[in-house]
């Protein structure tokens, strides 16, 4: 089970003049009652549909059963998908398969495939990775809830030609698309061409979708125990029906980030795991806290231009990048740190030889001791400077633990967002962005618009 320790949220913890009395924490947790009411109420109205995700063994049985057949049949899975359609499933695929996975050899996989995430349509990194993948052994999971995203279609249509050039009318084997049940071109390709494929829940958003069949699929092709992952989650869901706030992790972290970013100015909310292999995480973390809560109108429809800006660190990398500024900079952060206490594998730090003495303090650790010190050592040298930091301590990173982690972020956006007063499910600022792409790029029914710098004003 994950454990939050909040108590360096907290003034009598910290330098006496920032962070929270006990009496606001009891203050929160007394409106606590109306958040989790409203929450309550929204999810019976079918808005907090990713809480369903835990119990969906039908849809896990089937993704097991595609898994187990064609998914075996091919040594590389290519994922081509964005935002909320790529960034879980990475953070799923790093934290949970073993490092350096594509360059492992088959015995040292288990003979599961290779797998790769292209997210972006730079041609530079599209086109490097189809040189190096044979199209004759790969499976693409095209992942789109919208079916209709311009960098995945363009990717799927690039792929799908370098398919055809393989393999001509047997390229459709090599496909399967994750996306709407009913809409979206996506959906109208698969039926017309006879392509395999999952669907997304309509009730779940893109960045709430990790443990549907998007996160699910490439993951049991790379061997992730997918049920134990949602057994995980399902443990974060019932720790959230307390009504407790202090019993209620999900909800006690949203509180404070929530309470700290409006009422003592700390705007940006770090998330620093102390594990190279949950750094995707933390970029999975930072586009869930960004697009869910920065919005420009609250649930009447006032203007509230609100929002935290969630920041993605690493330590004890970035000790020695940002942490300066952590600690010395304004008083406008809070940082989240995550502890993993067995790493799996740790490295002991030999001795031997004619060590000079400011070095003899390292042999006869380890390499996970090192890194533990360290991210203990930060919160307490935060702490002292009167700087707000709060860590999610996980016994180790199982599929059980990490998808516990997963839900307990979702949920605790999804109580942020009544905190805020927003919809987090939505994301209307992207739209103006999309629709000057389809002018720019000739779509029909979008105007042309001046969307270069304008001209005369370069340095
Ligand atoms: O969270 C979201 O809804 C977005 O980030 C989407 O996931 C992203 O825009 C990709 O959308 P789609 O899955 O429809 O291609």
Known sequence: MIKLSYGRMLQD???????????????????????????????????????????QAETVRGIRGFA?????????????????????????????????WNELDDEARDFYPRLTVLENVDPG?????????????VLVNVISKSGGTAETMAQYLVVRAWLEEAMGPAA???LVFTTDPARGAL????????????????????????LSPVGLLPAALVGVDIEALLAGARAAVQRAESDDLLRNPAALYAALLWAADTTLGARIHVLMPYADHLKEFAEWYRQLWAESLGKRVDRRGEPVHTGPTPVGAVGATDQHS????FMEGPFDKV????????????????GGGDLPPDLAYLPGHTLGELLRAECDATSAALARMGRMNMTLRLP??????????????????????????????????VELGKKLTFAAMGRPGYEPEETAAPAGDEA
Request: proline share 5%.
């Open 13 to 55: 913890a910290l330098d006496g003049t920032h962070g929270f009395t006990r009496q606001r924490l009891a203050e929160l947790a007394k409106r606590f009652g109306a958040v989790q009411a409203e929450v309550r109420q929204r999810r019976e109205a079918g808005e907090y549909g990713f809480y369903d995700l835990v119990d």
């Open 68 to 100: 187990e057949g064609l998914g075996q049949a091919h040594d590389h899975v290519l994922v081509l998908g964005i935002g909320g359609s790529a960034l879980g499933v990475k953070a799923v695929l790093n934290a949970l398969r073993k490092p350096a």
């Open 125 to 137: 990194t599209v086109a490097a990775a189809l040189r190096r993948i044979d199209p004759r052994r």
């Open 172 to 174: 459709h084997r090599h």
């Open 187 to 210: 959906r109208e390709l698969a039926q017309r061409e006879k392509i395999a494929t999952l669907s997304v829940p309509p009730d779940v958003g893109g960045r709430y979708s990790v």
């Open 322 to 325: 940002q942490v300066q500024l």
């Open 335 to 350: 940082l989240t740190f995550i502890r993993v206490e067995d790493l799996g594998e740790d490295v002991p730090i030999p």
């Open 396 to 429: 180790a990173v199982t599929a059980e633990s990490f998808g516990e982690a997963l839900m307990f972020f979702q949920i605790a956006t999804g109580y942020a967002g009544v905190w805020y007063g927003i919809n987090p499910f939505d994301q209307p600022g």
